[in-house]
């Protein structure tokens, strides 16, 4: 989503601020309770049920901003990419949650602006200079560290994380181009339905009948994975992506203190070391757009 024109007012900037680290909160709280899921449900099973929670804060959201109108699609086919894109996202995100700490897979989903610089060019027509494909490079290492193998983490979850930024990076590139005609409504709707629907095709490999705490926690992870996603989208519709994008990494250290609280893990050394060269990749990536003019 473009961000706003130049001389955003700084109470609009504090507000996007305060979207966005509210919005990461959220989504570390509900990596956390899909990580739970992971451990007694299928991977189709927590896509479907979680999408039909996601559901209701769609409802709220339609009802209060543009009633049924909010929600028509002009853009059929860019819809549908999207929504697999988002659907892959997720499926792969699940299933390497089942083996991989919580936030190993957090600090590889911030690869995902180092995998835009690179398809940049060819996606987006812009020219990307040689200081941002070192900085690329250099976050690349970081990845290395993290996905380094340790023995009591499978490297097969690893590799399968860092597919998710591969698919994040997609499905933000249709989230650029359809936002030219589509409302948030409008395509969170639709993606969603995409998730659901890939969920019921995978339901017949795995079910569990979840029981009143299951059913608990898929009501609490669907229903905040949608007020996530709208503070997500409210945040850069006040803020300017070069102040935010320094409080989104704030996301890796609520996936540390909800992978200590609910699991007792504790990141490795690698993951600390990695994380830190991958968010500084990042940021001097955002750095150095801004100084272009980019948003």
Not at 31 to 37: F, G, Y
Not at 133 to 145: I, Q, T
Request: hydrophobic share 55%; net charge positive; charged share 10%.
């Amino acid at each position: 989503m473009a961000a706003p024109e130049a001389g955003v007012s700084a109470a609009s900037q504090a507000r996007g601020i305060a979207y966005i680290v509210a919005s990461g909160v959220i989504f570390g709280f509900t990596d956390a309770l899909a990580k739970l899921l992971a451990g007694s449900y299928p991977p189709g099973q927590i896509l479907c049920l979680r999408s039909a929670f996601v559901l209701v804060s769609i409802i709220v959201m339609v009802s209060l901003k543009g009633g049924f109108a909010s929600v028509r699609v002009r853009n059929w086919k860019g819809q549908w990419i999207r929504g697999l894109m988002v659907a892959a996202t997720s499926l792969t995100f699940i299933v390497a949650l089942k083996d991989a700490p919580l936030a190993d897979l957090i600090a590889l989903l911030f690869v995902s602006p180092l995998i835009l610089t690179v398809l940049a060019p060819y996606f987006l027509g812009e020219q990307v200079g040689w200081r941002r494909r070192v900085a690329v490079g250099v976050g690349f290492c970081g990845v290395l560290l993290i996905v380094r193998p340790s023995g009591d983490i499978p490297l097969f979850a690893l590799l399968l994380g860092l597919m998710v930024p591969v698919f994040l990076t997609f499905s933000d590139l249709y989230t650029r181009f359809l936002a030219r005609t589509e409302t948030a409504n409008a395509t969170m709707l639709f993606s969603n339905f995409v998730m659901a629907a890939v969920g019921i095709c995978l339901l017949p490999l795995g079910w569990v009948t979840p029981d009143w705490w299951g059913l608990l926690i898929f009501a609490a992870a669907g229903t905040l994975q949608g007020v996530a996603q709208y503070f997500l989208i409210y945040a850069f519709m006040h803020g300017e992506t070069v102040v935010l994008a320094p409080f989104r990494y704030l996301m890796l250290i609520w996936a540390g203190i909800y992978g200590y609280l609910f699991f007792g893990t504790i990141p490795r050394t690698e993951t600390f070391i990695g994380a830190a060269i991958v968010v500084a990749s990042g940021l001097y990536i955002y750095h150095r757009e801004a100084r272009h003019g980019r948003s």
